[in-house]
């Protein structure tokens, strides 16, 4: 139990353009899930919390123009990268917290690699 | 400003020791803390959960909790090759959020 997908896994694009990144819990409602980002050697850092049907909440210095957050049912967030250049170039990796579940415990996503040229 | 320290290692064991973690948090109010496995180029990994003092364990693994220290450790007994990855603390502090702070991280190499 407490899988989480994302997809893709990886995606390499144009400077300017942007990226849409799916997380979606399989086998439970999440009521609230989260994105997190991770540069080489260096710790995750959340970007933003989502809950089912509400405005996502950014963490301070994240652009929320820029990292658009939907999270428009209990099993899927998705987060887009808007006009995406070089230094967007990271580890992206989502998590899921379920009501069911005591204490907080995030089930991590398998993280998408974004490479922008 | 809410901190969670880990020694970044690398943490050298040989193979069928005991690899012991630490880490260290600095908001009084915390109130639940993990431990995540984290392969190069991976997603974290769930391992341990722990909310009460004292010690949690699960098959090689056992968390330590000391509240009053403001101390969290994993001790991994039997330790093998497999085990060598970066081992992530994460503490909530802030129940409202359902937030995690994580640390930077110690890498653990398990020499066979």
């Known amino acids: 139990g407490a899988v989480v997908s994302q997809h893709p896994s990886w995606v390499i694009c144009k400077s300017g353009t942007s990226v849409k990144i799916e997380c979606r819990s399989l086998?439970?409602?999440?009521?609230?899930m989260f994105w997190y980002r991770q540069f080489p050697k260096q710790s995750l850092m959340l970007m933003a919390t989502s809950n089912e049907g509400s405005k996502a909440t950014y963490e301070q210095g994240v652009e929320k123009d820029k990292f658009l957050i939907n999270h428009a049912s209990l099993t899927l967030s998705t987060l887009t990268v808007t006009s995406a250049h070089p230094e967007d170039s990271s580890f992206y990796i989502c998590?899921?917290?379920?009501?069911?579940?005591?204490?907080?415990?995030?089930?991590f996503g398998p993280g998408t690699r974004l490479t922008v040229l | 400003q809410k901190e969670v320290e880990q020694n970044s290692g690398p943490l050298s064991v040989p193979e069928g020791a005991i690899a012991s973690l630490n880490c260290t948090y600095s908001d009084r109010v915390s109130q639940s803390f993990f431990w995540y496995r984290q392969y190069s180029g991976k997603s974290p990994e769930l391992i341990m959960s722990i909310y009460s003092n004292g010690d949690k364990e699960d098959g090689r693994f056992t968390a330590q909790l000391n509240k009053a220290s403001q101390y969290v450790s994993l001790l991994i007994r039997d330790s093998q090759p497999s085990d060598s990855a970066t081992y992530l603390c994460a503490v909530n502090s802030d129940t409202g959020r359902r937030a995690l702070t994580f640390g930077s991280g110690t890498r653990l190499q398990v020499q066979p």
């Open positions: 998590s899921a917290i379920t009501s069911g579940r005591a204490y907080n415990e995030q089930f």
């Open positions: 086998d439970f409602q999440a009521t609230t």
